[in-house]
């Protein structure tokens, strides 16, 4: 018999966050999350998450032992930037066992419910702006930095307790071998009208670190207003962000484009710490873990494009063109193998043209779902 128990205690909450590690043993394309930063997402005044917003965590038992897990989430930021009474789910992963599914669903939905939400939508963990979507296609490869996997049956079991889909998200590879090397032509160009407009692109300066960070997220939550599911970061969560990816943050792969001082567009691609993370047992960094993340941080050949983005009166000016020929030039002269630009909104026209016009494939594809409750 299945049985459904809200997570609690300490105790309950590392082994929600350990599940995985279970489910997915012997699967060589499985990156356990580093621990740590699970646990810190999922507690209350660890994140800058709960200042606003709260999750409930479930986890389903069978004899004991775990069968699955889900988190229920009320966003309350989303909601008021878009007056909805939206709920979500996230952090999902179980057996294949119709069962198990149901009654999960059942119980992240009870919760939902009694917080007044009227709808499902996810999985996204917690929010779209952290690593979100059901992989669909592209089962062949780990995870790159930052993005979710999953067993292929979990779409069945979503779909068969009557979620379908409210949009998808797409993951472009560019192998530095085979990409478009016109646009790197262009750069000179593009910089000669950047000259006469008087715009300016230059690397992120990492001793003024907190200023630059702060100009950023005014960019990030101008520039993304209009896209499907967007929600705008407080200040608290850019910078909780920012610190985090400051330890393996490569200023040549961070840029800013600025006009007459004031930043208009930010471009962001960071290392595949997955490369180092799938080696790293349970998730745990210690005793011996940090080792491997420290040693692994040279050896890293693969880059994620994870944010590019320009105000919206600038973006015929060419300034994404150059960002990507300037990441493009930077990784082949570090001799990066290539990178992922993702996720990339299906939707996003402007966006999907010029990573095809670049020769990129859309070799993943996620899906984000949404049900009634």
């Known amino acids: 018999m299945i049985t459904v128990k809200q997570v609690e205690t300490k105790a309950e909450l590392a082994a929600f966050i350990d599940f995985p590690h279970t489910l997915f043993e012997g ?21 800058p998450f709960h200042d606003h917003s709260s999750i409930q965590c479930f986890l389903a038992y069978e004899d004991g032992k775990i069968k699955g897990r889900i988190a229920a989430i009320l966003n309350n930021n989303h909601n008021k930037f878009i007056d ?91 192998p530095t071998k085979t990409v478009d090397k016109r646009t790197l032509q262009l750069k000179e160009a593009l910089g000669k009208r950047f000259a006469d407009r008087n715009i300016v692109v230059r690397n992120i300066n990492l001793k003024d670190f907190a200023n630059e960070v702060q100009k950023i997220l005014s960019v990030y939550n101008s520039a993304w207003k209009a896209n499907t599911g967007f929600v705008p970061r407080t200040d608290d ?88 020929s300037e990441i493009i030039q930077k990784a082949i002269d570090k001799k990066v193998t290539g990178g992922e630009a993702s996720w990339i909104l299906e939707n996003n026209e402007m966006m999907n043209k010029g990573l095809l016009n670049l020769k990129a494939t859309a070799y993943k594809r996620y899906r984000i779902f949404e049900k009634k409750i």
């Open 27 to 47: 699967d060589k394309n499985y990156v356990p999350e580093l621990h740590i930063a699970q646990r810190d997402v999922l507690t209350p005044g660890k994140h």
């Open 84 to 174: 909805k009474k939206d709920g979500f789910f996230g952090f999902l992963d179980l057996y294949n066992d119709d069962e198990v599914a149901e009654k999960l669903i059942s119980e992240a939905k009870k919760w939902l419910i009694s917080k007044g939400l009227n709808t499902m939508i996810g999985p996204v963990n917690p929010t779209t702006n952290d690593p979100s979507g059901l992989l669909i296609d592209g089962f062949d490869s780990p995870a790159v930095a930052m993005m979710t996997y999953n067993k292929p049956y979990y779409l069945d079991l979503l779909t068969a307790n009557g979620f379908t889909k409210k949009f998808d998200l797409l993951a472009y590879d560019l």
């Open 237 to 324: 969560e850019f910078k909780y962000l920012a610190k985090d990816l400051k330890m393996i943050l490569d200023k040549d792969f961070c840029l800013l484009a600025e006009k007459e001082g004031k930043v208009i567009g930010f471009a962001l691609a960071i290392p595949d710490i997955n490369q180092i993370q799938i080696k790293i047992k349970r998730g745990r960094l210690l005793p011996f873990g940090i080792f491997k993340l420290l040693i692994g941080l040279k050896k890293i050949n693969y880059v994620r494009v994870i944010a590019l983005g320009v105000n919206e009166e600038y973006r015929k000016a060419g300034i994404e063109a150059y960002f990507y």
